[in-house]
């Protein structure tokens, strides 16, 4: 028996008894009459007393030669300390050792094993089995075991079945890239790794499965962008005889849940916003709603004064920052540089104070006098104190780069706190986008969601024009998960995948089982599909998903821990069928 | 609101209360005055009943349009039955419908959905989504579904976390091969898929984990025999600072407690039965032990009376099978056939009856009188009214006979229920096996398998005679989980890699991060993992795993439903820098 007890558990109330812990040397203090080591596991830090006149001399040579990370078994009696500690639950007691076994040593690790390590993220991950020792990741390890577990015991409550579905499936060009497997029995084929097990939860419903989620790996194979995974888990969940009101009620009851289970935080009915009003307000159909600062449209007040800027745009917005009338200059230029950066391409940021004695003073005085100033402190619901940041140009950037602005301001002003949490459902999304580089129509969520019935007259006359019965949820400005009511009808798909381009025989090659699945009584169903990392992260107060993920990838898409991808053997090769082509050709 | 209730949970207590339910037509009776509709959910099915001259008209001719599998919602008033049905739980009521709405119709099924279906195994492959339907098919998933949130709270109550480990990961060439994914971005390299996630449930423990468990699943590119599916599902479990019978200890509560919540059954202790135990008395390494039937070693009885197959024979064994001395001569020339399959090989079966006037009638009666019967039943503690079975030969491949016969012999005497559950542990493993196909020694297990310390001076002199610190557990016979202690020093994994054949530079190639990781104080540690398909097979009391998987597939790794694999586009060739070999060379 290598322990009775963990490194955490013990107290006053075991005193005197006799136990075994096992762990990691956290450190060791030898002071000559007494050696102190701090013994770890993943549950606590127990100390162990060694009184060296008093105790066998093989235990204090052992004790002596302890380094940090070196694994011991030790047994002894659960004693009263002498000077307590309340920094960590056990600090009442100490264990005064029998024995003390060497289980293994340790080179001194690339890093300290500590809450704040000297380690940098490349070192970090090289060694990651060293960096998940660490308190901070192993707790945010733990709370993602406790959301599952969660999840799926809530889902088990309503009905919700498990099921899995396969992932070595087939290949869509439909969305982002898949990772494709050769087969080796079948020469010349390939599966492909699932984006989402979309079609096959829709066979689940038509197979009267009713109730499905799956908290599931699914896999894009996409020029990676900062904290993307190619690996990346959802809870995917679909139910079937509901409309959009049954899965916007059932789903927003898992995230009360969870957040109450796990954060102790009760969530306000979730606010619905349409599409078109966050991207009016807000200018992203994500919206941090932890705090205001909605825009307001200054367009039609501010055209005719003879400032070209204003005359020329085709849109004036502006948000109200409360209280930062006495923003600094400097403050006001960083914000300018702010929107200027590539990324955002404004060509400049015009701003108006409103004083505490209730004057205003604006950058484009020359152009505004006092009484036209006021018109904007009315229109914008501005305040003595306030700070007017107004942003001109195309409607379509200038709203993307209010947005950026706002968030900005949102977070110097202190309104974006990683422990207040605001969610809500966007609805009402467009069923279809325009793509200029292909030509053609996409869909915005994916070629299975379901028109609004009143909308669907307008397919052929105004497709950019229909509404969809899609939602997400957001939470502070992210979307942590996205859903949709599916068509569940034949023609009605066959219509769908015309608009995107599908010729009548691609449409039935890759979906043909799905459209044959709808001939067989489809019930409607719908769902969703929540990002479980984003989601663990959120939750953990972080914003880096990375961090949430036992063995991730950076972003070249490399395990940097055990070296992959990497080359296999040329019998490999052979027997898939496959030769590289060694032309580097990308293309 | 498309349902209220379910098409299961009616009762009488529900009278007089205005309902939804929505689903499948099972069937429609017309009686002209009455129309009965069966409405079939997933929960069960409620008897919509139309009096057809009290009732709006368009509710009657929609009745009478109403095919099989057609998808409906219907309003009315729970009603109590006229004459009232017990087979169904929901026998007592009866829906009297105000509306009836048509959601989707159904073309005719290719085949019935009905318990027993007459629809053949590769049609019901091509529509799973109707054989689900089916309720024995649905209750297998549903049974997997519970086994595996009762597995995840049990464990969870333990305090092991499920953390989730990659499935891009690298090749090894160890062990069964490996389904490999191009990478796009790295072209010419590669990720693999895990056969399990053996290595990276180790670092876990190395990061302090401590106790870890995934239902996961896992990928083996093998020619596919009967049963077995290229993805397949693992508990996966791990535990630190354990000794073997910690773990044998744990996963003997897990299975208990499955037994008991799942089926209600309280399972005794295990039994632990070594390896050469069930070699010498099973002929197997996963004994059916519902029964008895163990092999007695005739050998040195039988020889030397001028028998030549016995004194020829390398070793001749026999079992006793229980009140069988009545078996037919064409029951025992069944028996014969059996054993002289080609899969089997024996020459011959000989057999020895000892009947109820207590003589012994032999099919080597030339050989053997009667006093040398009575010493075979002696020594096989035969009675009267039992059928001795013997074969002789060469002694691993007798051995193996006999253990198919002893099973043969099971089945035929009603011994193998399925209901019946007999569990137990085998141990003590061997550590090694050659294979004189490539001339040197294989892990039994896999090489992270620790030798018993006190079998490691063995390594050197006898590998062979190295016992594991490795274990199986076996329920009726099957395999269902197996493990192991891991070796956690890199000197002891070093010199198993160099058993295995590995020179220095692939061990460090392949697993240089494992052994790396020993180096900053790996913990003893050890796990198994279960096959969960298998156990879920073995729960519902059926033999194909393919029944409790939802999207099997078929013998050549074909999912025949979306028709997978299949060919992908040159352009998605191109882009990952592959080319086909079209020579159809598959070495």
Known sequence: MLRTHTCGELRLSHLNQTVTISGWVQGVRDKGSLIWIDLRDRYGITQITIETENIAADIVSLARTLGREYVISVSGKVSERYSKSDKIP???????????????????????????????????????????????????????????????????????????????????????????????????????????????????????????????????????????????????????????????????????????????????????????????????????????????????????????????????LAICAKGAANYTRKQIDELTDFVKRPQIGCTGLIYCRFEANGSAKSSVDKFFNEEELLKWKAATRAEAGDLLLILAGEETRTRKAMSELRLEMGTRLGLRDKNTFSCLWVIDFPLLEWNDETSRWHAMHHPFTSPKPEDIPLLNTQPGQVRANAYDMVINGVEVGGGSIRIFNKELQAKMFELLGFSPQEAVNQFGFLMNAFEYGAPPHGGIAFGFDRLCSLFGGADVIRDFIAFPKNNSGRDVMIDSPSVISQEQLNELGIVLNNTGNKD
């Open 90 to 316: 056990t600090g009442e007691i100490e264990i005064i050792p029998d024995s003390i076994r060497l289980l293994n040593k340790s080179i001194t690790p690339p890093f300290t094993i500590e809450d704040d390590t000297d380690g940098g993220d490349d070192l970090r991950m090289r060694y990651r089995y060293l960096d998940i020792r660490r308190n901070p990741v192993r707790k945010n390890l733990e709370l993602r075991h406790r959301m599952a577990i969660e999840t799926r015991n809530f889902l088990d409550g309503l009905n919700f079945l498990e099921v899995e579905t396969p992932v070595l499936i087939k290949s869509t060009p439909e969305g982002a890239r898949d990772f494709i497997v050769p087969s080796r029995i079948n020469q010349g084929e390939f599966y492909a790794l699932p984006q989402s097990p979309q079609t096959f939860k829709q066979l689940l419903m038509v197979g009267g499965f009713d109730r499905y989620y799956q908290i599931v790996k699914c896999f894009r194979d996409e020029d990676l962008r900062a904290d993307r995974q190619p690996e990346f888990t959802q809870i995917d969940c679909e139910m079937a005889f509901v409309e959009q009101e049954d899965v916007l009620q059932t789903f927003e009851s898992l995230v009360s849940y969870l957040f109450k289970k796990i954060k102790g935080i009760e969530v306000p009915t979730l606010q619905r916003m349409t599409y078109a009003h966050a991207m009016q307000y807000y200018g992203n159909d994500k919206p941090d709603t932890r705090f205001d600062m909605t825009f307001c449209d200054l367009t039609s007040t501010v055209k005719g004064k003879g400032f070209k800027v204003f005359d020329e745009a085709q849109i004036v």
